[in-house]
């Protein structure tokens, strides 16, 4: 049988509570565990109670993934930002990739995100540019794969 598709989701979502570091190390820890063994790889953002994470596997094991992030009582609001097929991965090396995101300084460095907004767009083309652009640099601003 030829391997399946490779499916890539982004979505967003909202903290039901604050995420402190330990919550985060615990769900990341736990989350590269399992994407490990499920041929699964991404990335997590998380910023003033917001999560964007990005998935990308084989197609049917993203879909039951997402369903099952869905029903996480740890965050709400899920919204699919994107689903696309992918030739390849973005995130290769990445089990779970994360990226704490700073208060931004007065002026960011090139290439710094201190928003966002344009990834909730009505416009797709805005929403999906916007995720390239995150993609590029999350890659980018992380020197180690995880
Ligand atoms: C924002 C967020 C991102 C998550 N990302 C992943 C993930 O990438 N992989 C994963 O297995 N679980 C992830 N989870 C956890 C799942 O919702 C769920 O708790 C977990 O898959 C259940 O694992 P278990 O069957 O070992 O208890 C995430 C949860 C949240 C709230």
Known sequence: MPDQALHSVVYSSTATKPFSPVDLQDLLKH???????????????YRGGRFI??????ED????????????SRHTGMRILLRE????????????????IGVPADTPPEGYR??????????????IR????L?????????RAT
């Open 31 to 45: 989350s590269r565990q399992k994407n490990s063994t499920s041929n699964l790889t991404g990335m997590l953002l």
């Open 53 to 58: 994470q990005v998935l990308e596997g084989p």
């Open 61 to 72: 094991v993203v879909r039951d993934l997402v369903e099952t992030i869905r029903l996480d």
């Open 85 to 100: 097929t992918l030739q390849q991965r973005n995130f290769p090396s990445w089990t779970m990739g994360y990226e704490p």
């Open 114 to 127: 201190d928003t966002f907004d344009d990834l909730y767009s009505s416009d797709t083309s805005v929403t």
């Open 130 to 133: 916007a995720v390239r652009e």
């Open 135 to 143: 993609t590029t640099w999350f890659r980018h601003r992380s020197g």
